[in-house]
């Protein structure tokens, strides 16, 4: 029987992936975003579900989590990324108390908040053997400003998810990625020499791909990975090495 899945901000690059791997494996799939267009174009190429909704606002998260069906088998809290890169970068003043504050809220909202209130609102829908996989990031080890700290946070609170989940038979898990290209994720203010910079930080000197996202999150979604919990699994090629 396919499994539902739950995959947030699965309109394109690394949600879009993740979309398509658990698709072609013959799940169920579900994608969330805020843009409808963008949302209804994504689900109609890929053969999924799509429902507009913004992680960050608890009703339209319960609305999500009634509708969804009996059972949510994997959820995928891949919705975020660096809102700095939405702001105008000439209007960023870091001296600006205001826009200061505002600024560290938007990157918790989006990386944080939208995982806890995600997952909060569909926990009662995971049957024993389910995943909760949540997309992090090595800015988290990098001191990448208010976008690392959400996704340390991330990383911490996915401790007491697992903890919480973990007698029900659910595995709740981080994924930390490196440089993935082929994704909006810094806008246009990648340059080339960044670019090269990234790529040569990797020990395959490559940089990551989506699909590389995809495959692991499909791993510790498979019984293959019941017995892998509380962890943050680093996809970097080796940008950041652990022991």
Same mark, same amino acid.
């Not at 606002?57 to 509708?67: G, T």
């Not at 994704?183 to 989506?210: M, Q, Y």
């Given at each position: ?27 169920? *799939? /579900?994608?969330? %975003?805020?843009? +409808?267009?963008? #949302?209804? @174009?994504? &689900?109609?190429? !890929? =053969?999924?579900?799509? *429902? /507009?909704?913004? %992680?960050?606002? +608890?009703?339209? #998260?319960? @609305?999500? &989590?009634?509708? !969804? =069906?009996?059972?949510?088998? /994997? ?98 898990n981080v ?61 970097n090629g ?6």
């Amino acid at each position: 029987m396919a499994r539902t899945v739950l995959v947030t901000g699965g309109s394109n690059g690394i949600g879009r992936a993740i979309a398509a791997r658990f698709a072609a494996a013959g799940e169920r *799939v /579900v994608i969330t %975003g805020r843009d +409808p267009d963008k #949302l209804k @174009a994504a &689900a109609a190429e !890929l =053969g999924v579900d799509g *429902v /507009v909704c913004d %992680g960050t606002v +608890p009703a339209q #998260l319960s @609305a999500l &989590a009634r509708d !969804l =069906g009996p059972a949510v088998h /994997v959820l995928v809290n891949n919705a975020g990324g660096n809102t700095d890169f939405e702001v105008d970068a000439t209007q960023q003043r870091a001296d600006d108390l205001e826009v200061l504050a505002a600024g560290w809220r938007a990157n918790l909202d989006a990386n944080l908040m939208t995982a806890v209130l995600t997952t909060q609102a569909v926990a009662d829908l995971m049957p024993p053997g389910g995943s909760v996989i949540s997309i992090g990031s090595i800015g988290a080890e990098r001191g990448a400003g208010s976008y690392g700290a959400a996704k340390a946070a991330l990383a911490a609170w996915n401790l007491g998810v697992s903890a919480e989940l973990g007698p029900r038979g659910v595995t709740a898990n981080v994924i930390s990625a490196g440089y993935i290209e082929g994704t909006d994720f810094f806008r246009d203010r990648l340059t080339s020499a960044r670019r090269e910079s990234l790529v040569a930080a990797t020990h395959d000197r490559r940089p990551g791909r989506p699909q590389d996202i995809a495959e692991t999150v499909l791993f510790l979604a498979s019984p293959g990975a019941r017995h892998i919990t509380g962890q943050t699994i680093h996809v970097n090629g080796g940008a950041f090495a652990t022991r």
